[in-house]
């Protein structure tokens, strides 16, 4: 079932969840809504359910208009963060509850719902726990309960709102992957709510950027990795680095006087002298060991290809080396912020930096925005 979001706002007293905000989700997709929060997501995802009422627009199930019907003529399965499974019962009749729930002209017979919540316990590798109450189990694999008991009625939506926020970070991954694997046996167009960006990049067909009630960027994960569409999307997706400085003429300069450090910007090649901001991530940072008398002059500027910094911290653990390094030009980073950079564990052993060293700081890949 393809749904269509048309100019969807919601008001909360004064505050705007959501600003006109409209969306097409394909049949079968599997689409993460991403942002911080307070970003409005979660309330697009209830009112898709029908669990809330938007102020103005539409919601569309294959081209028919549902706004005004009720959650329970949506045919839509719902999975919360904290489970929500009722504790009196096992887990077999938590299961089986939406089938038993049905008006008695649609209701399965005690039979074929035994044989229903068989099959989809045995899909999310849970038969063996049927008898069992939600107490005695894990948080993963009460969560996969309460994902086949939404699955039980057969939605033609699925719904999940931080459906793995309540669990630790290795059964998160592992939960990761099975829901990957399971939508793509089952097909139900699916969206699901995550302010993990790790989350979103590694699950979903599409991801949806949200941020202060409005839509930032949609796309494949690779896509907004790869070409974000706005500041808020580059800081949001991972460790980034921000710089600040003057776009002209297709360069961007970070620093001032002597010491500025010039990053080409073609995409800006029309810009006059205007403010700009350039985003770059830890391991797409080059450094080295800073050697006395290197500096050349051309053009009046100093050519060091790089920021001067001196080496606070160096954190190595497994493959990577992190190091934090703080700008010795004050106006070269954010307000003089910490530069971070990331570098293989045998290359941070074979330049010998210690602590306290000075280096230079090269940005191999930046992403350059000017100000407004």
């Given at each position: 079932?393809?749904?269509?979001?048309?100019?969807?706002?919601?008001?909360?007293?004064?505050?705007?969840?959501?600003?006109?905000?409209?969306?097409?989700?394909?049949?079968?997709?599997?689409?993460?809504l991403?942002g911080?929060?307070g970003?409005?997501?979660?309330?697009?995802?209830?009112?898709?359910?029908g669990?809330?009422?938007?102020?103005?627009?539409?919601?569309?199930?294959?081209?028919e208009?549902?706004?005004?019907?009720?959650?329970?003529?949506?045919?839509?399965?719902?999975?919360?963060?904290?489970?929500?499974?009722?504790?009196?019962m096992?887990?077999?009749?938590?299961?089986?509850?939406?089938?038993?729930?049905?008006?008695?002209?649609?209701?399965?017979?005690?039979?074929?719902?035994?044989?229903?919540?068989?099959?989809?316990?045995?899909?999310?590798?849970?038969d063996?726990?049927s008898?069992?109450?939600?107490?005695?189990?894990?948080?993963?694999?009460?969560?996969?309960?309460?994902?086949?008991?939404?699955?039980?009625?057969?939605?033609?939506?699925?719904?999940?709102d931080?459906?793995?926020g309540?669990?630790?970070?290795?059964?998160?991954?592992?939960?990761?992957?099975?829901?990957?694997?399971?939508?793509?046996?089952?097909?139900?167009?699916?969206?699901?709510?995550?302010?993990?960006?790790?989350?979103?990049?590694?699950?979903?067909?599409?991801?949806?950027?949200?941020?202060?009630?409005?839509?930032?960027?949609?796309g494949?994960?690779q896509?907004?990795?790869?070409?974000?569409?706005?500041?808020f999307?580059?800081?949001f997706?991972?460790?980034?680095?921000?710089?600040?400085?003057?776009?002209?003429?297709g360069?961007?300069l970070?620093?001032?006087?002597?010491?500025?450090?010039?990053?080409?910007?073609?995409?800006?090649?029309?810009?006059?002298?205007?403010?700009?901001?350039?985003?770059?991530?830890?391991?797409?940072?080059?450094?080295?060991?800073?050697?006395?008398?290197?500096?050349?002059?051309?053009?009046?500027?100093?050519?060091?290809?790089?920021?001067?910094?001196?080496?606070?911290?160096?954190?190595?653990?497994?493959?990577?080396a992190?190091?934090?390094?703080?700008p010795?030009?004050?106006?070269?980073?954010?307000?003089?912020?910490?530069?971070?950079?990331?570098?293989?564990?045998?290359?941070?052993?074979?330049?010998?930096?210690?602590?306290?060293?000075?280096?230079?700081?090269?940005?191999?890949?930046?992403?350059?925005?000017?100000?407004?």
């Amino acid at each position: 079932m393809s749904i269509a979001i048309r100019n969807v706002s919601k008001d909360f007293g004064t505050f705007k969840a959501l600003k006109d905000v409209s969306l097409d989700i394909e049949s079968g997709e599997l689409v993460a809504l991403l942002g911080p929060s307070g970003c409005g997501k979660t309330t697009l995802l209830r009112i898709i359910a029908g669990l809330e009422t938007a102020d103005q627009g539409n919601i569309l199930f294959s081209g028919e208009d549902t706004t005004d019907v009720h959650v329970r003529e949506r045919n839509v399965g719902f999975v919360f963060q904290h489970y929500a499974l009722f504790r009196h019962m096992t887990v077999f009749d938590n299961v089986a509850f939406g089938l038993r729930m049905k008006p008695r002209a649609t209701r399965p017979s005690e039979t074929i719902i035994k044989q229903k919540v068989h099959e989809l316990l045995s899909l999310v590798q849970l038969d063996w726990l049927s008898d069992r109450y939600p107490a005695q189990l894990s948080g993963g694999q009460r969560q996969r309960i309460a994902l086949a008991r939404a699955l039980a009625v057969e939605p033609k939506v699925l719904l999940l709102d931080e459906p793995f926020g309540a669990l630790d970070a290795k059964v998160r991954k592992e939960l990761r992957r099975w829901l990957r694997r399971l939508h793509d046996d089952l097909h139900v167009t699916s969206i699901f709510v995550t302010h993990d960006q790790e989350e979103a990049l590694e699950v979903a067909d599409r991801v949806v950027l949200m941020n202060s009630g409005v839509v930032e960027q949609v796309g494949s994960p690779q896509d907004v990795w790869d070409h974000p569409a706005s500041p808020f999307v580059y800081g949001f997706l991972g460790d980034v680095n921000l710089f600040n400085g003057r776009a002209h003429e297709g360069e961007m300069l970070i620093g001032e006087g002597q010491r500025t450090v010039r990053l080409a910007s073609p995409e800006h090649s029309g810009v006059q002298d205007s403010k700009a901001f350039a985003y770059v991530r830890p391991h797409d940072l080059e450094v080295r060991r800073y050697k006395a008398g290197e500096e050349n002059h051309v053009d009046g500027y100093r050519d060091a290809r790089g920021i001067t910094a001196k080496l606070v911290r160096a954190i190595v653990v497994g493959p990577i080396a992190r190091l934090e390094l703080l700008p010795l030009d004050a106006s070269a980073a954010g307000s003089g912020d910490i530069i971070e950079a990331h570098l293989g564990a045998q290359q941070y052993q074979e330049l010998g930096l210690k602590e306290g060293e000075t280096v230079v700081v090269t940005p191999r890949k930046a992403r350059v925005f000017v100000a407004g």
